[in-house]
């Protein structure tokens, strides 16, 4: 049997809603006794739209002075769902909440602040955020003062919001991922008004500058670029995140220098699409490539990037990462599918041999690289014939590793209307002999550096053992070792000795012979 699809039709039905007032900040409703104040709630028709709005880039004030006492002596947990872009606004919204004065908590029994940062990817990410909300209904009944908030992705969508007007009414704030900088007003919204407030923008976007972020650790993100033009008929993203829109070179390269100042030792640029930065300046030529090249000279250890398009990853671009330095010799390049028709049909307007060509380019340019891939299975329509064309590219192309993912039909997209007449049962199939062939993969290539000597940034304890350190590789493969805790934060040299699948076994060694 095909996936059944979920009728949230039911949740649009508002006929024991009632509308309270409506003026320029909103419209009040009650629905089954809560008061529910709607300054702007999604719409997924000017989601959709593109080009109409002008770009503007706004220096904001942050949290303004009568605002910085609201969170005296309360604590705040935000739960975290999705991408790094997400993890990254999650570092903005805890930014915002401490320079209100809240302090953060692991203990949920102690929150005054939740936060659920959404994700709206795929089903089951949805699943998981309401499975949580149904957790979070105790607390709140235990504790009727404790503040609850949803943002991020899901908050984009009408059927989400509209879902948690009716069925999750003890929630008090929803928000989201344009309107971020308006957390602090917000909160003294829902805090003084008791309502539920509904303040999400269905915008193309702007792009706020110098709000704080609260970074931890070693490696720092860095936004490049927000929103995505690309709609890939299977994904949500463009609805959510809206337009494709570049943040300023100068703006960036200032962030990198101070992170550079701060002692970081690894940054990661963020966007759905980081090779098309730039094509949205109208005032100067500026591309991914010519970034790369200005932040090759400054004096941070490593710098990665998330997520590269093959359809804009261009020659200049290949020169610049070849030339090495900082950049290192990973690449994550979403490939999707190995077939063309399938590619076709997703819209991500590029074939199997243009990607193919790609990876070829990439591979004789940048020797070491490791390249790693996103993939769906079970895509509307897709054959036996074009899944094996997807095993073919994966074998050809030589991943490291990949994320899988089962497709999950997302409301108004366009793949959503399409006929789904690939069972479940083949598509975990698929699923499970696409997974063996990476897992082959990984093996394969971490075979091959057993012997050498690796440069490591030393991120932390691993997770099963203290004793045992774990790190990662220029090309971002995932080390143990034996070491003192001091070593967390530094790099280190590590002679590969067990190549397991996950990652690979080694011992520290004084001077480095070769580097992956
Ligand atoms: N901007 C990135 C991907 C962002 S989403 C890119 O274009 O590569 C991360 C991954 O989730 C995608 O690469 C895709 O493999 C997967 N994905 C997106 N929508 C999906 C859906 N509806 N069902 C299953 N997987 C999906
Ligand atoms: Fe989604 Fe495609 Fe944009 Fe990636 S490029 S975020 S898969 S629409
Ligand atoms: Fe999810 Fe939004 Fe990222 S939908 S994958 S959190 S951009």
Not at 330 to 339: E, F, M, T
Request: charged letters at 30%; one cysteine or more.
């Amino acid at each position: 049997m095909a996936e059944k699809k979920k009728d949230y039709s039911k949740y649009f039905d508002f006929s024991d809603a009632k509308v309270i007032s409506e003026d320029e900040t909103g419209k009040k409703i009650r629905i089954r006794g809560r008061e529910i104040h709607i300054m702007s709630e999604p719409n997924h028709r000017q989601e959709k739209q593109r080009g109409k709005e002008d770009v503007k880039v706004l220096y904001e004030n942050t949290v303004p002075e009568s605002l910085k006492d609201l969170g005296r002596g309360k604590r705040y947990i935000v739960y975290t769902y999705g991408c790094q872009m997400n993890e990254h606004d999650t570092e903005t919204i805890k930014g915002l909440l401490e320079q209100m004065g809240y302090q953060s908590t692991e203990d949920r029994k102690e929150a005054d602040l939740i936060l659920l940062n959404t994700c709206a990817i795929r089903e089951n990410a949805e699943d998981k955020v309401f499975g949580e909300l149904g957790h979070l209904k105790t607390l709140k009944l235990e504790r009727p003062g404790l503040l609850l908030g949803v943002c991020g992705c899901m908050s984009q969508e009408e059927n989400v919001v509209n879902r948690i007007m009716q069925k999750h009414s003890f929630v008090d704030m929803i928000f989201g991922t344009h309107n971020i900088h308006r957390l602090p007003h917000l909160i003294q919204e829902a805090i003084f008004s008791k309502e539920m407030v509904v303040e999400v923008w269905s915008k193309e976007g702007d792009i706020i500058e110098n709000l704080p972020k609260k970074r931890e650790g070693m490696r720092a993100w860095v936004n490049i670029m927000y929103g995505c033009d690309k709609f890939c008929t299977y994904c949500i993203v463009p609805f959510t995140r809206g337009k494709e829109r570049s943040r300023r070179p100068e703006d960036v390269i200032a962030e990198v220098r101070e992170l550079a100042r701060q002692g970081f030792k690894e940054i990661t640029l963020l966007g759905q699409n980081v090779n098309a930065y730039g094509k949205d300046f109208t005032d100067i030529e500026y591309s991914f490539a010519n970034l790369m090249d200005d932040l090759r000279q400054i004096d941070i250890p490593r710098v990665r990037f998330m997520t590269s398009h093959p359809r804009d990853f261009d020659d200049d671009l290949i020169a610049v990462l070849a030339k090495g330095g900082n950049l290192v010799e990973h690449i994550h390049l979403p490939v999707q599918s190995g077939s063309t028709e399938i590619l076709k049909r997703m819209s991500r307007k590029y074939s199997r041999e243009h990607y193919l060509d790609l990876a070829r380019k990439i591979k004789s340019a940048i020797p070491d690289v490791v390249l790693t891939t996103d993939i769906i299975v079970g895509f509307p329509g897709e054959t036996d014939e074009q899944f094996e064309d997807t095993l073919s590219l994966v074998k050809e192309v030589g991943y490291d590793s990949a994320y899988t993912f089962i497709y999950s039909p997302r409301e108004g997209t366009p793949a959503a209307v399409m006929e789904d007449n690939v069972p479940l049962g083949v598509k975990k199939a698929r699923l499970q002999r696409l997974n063996d062939a990476i897992n082959e993969n990984s093996r394969l290539s971490n075979d091959k550096v057993v012997g050498s000597v690796v440069e490591v940034l030393v991120e932390g304890e691993s997770k099963n053992n203290e004793k045992v350190l774990a790190g990662r590789t220029r090309s971002n493969k995932l080390v143990h070792f034996e070491g003192s805790p001091d070593l967390i934060g530094t790099f280190v040299h590590v002679e590969i000795t067990d190549p397991m699948t996950w990652y690979i076994k080694g011992n520290i060694v004084p001077e480095p012979v070769t580097t992956v």
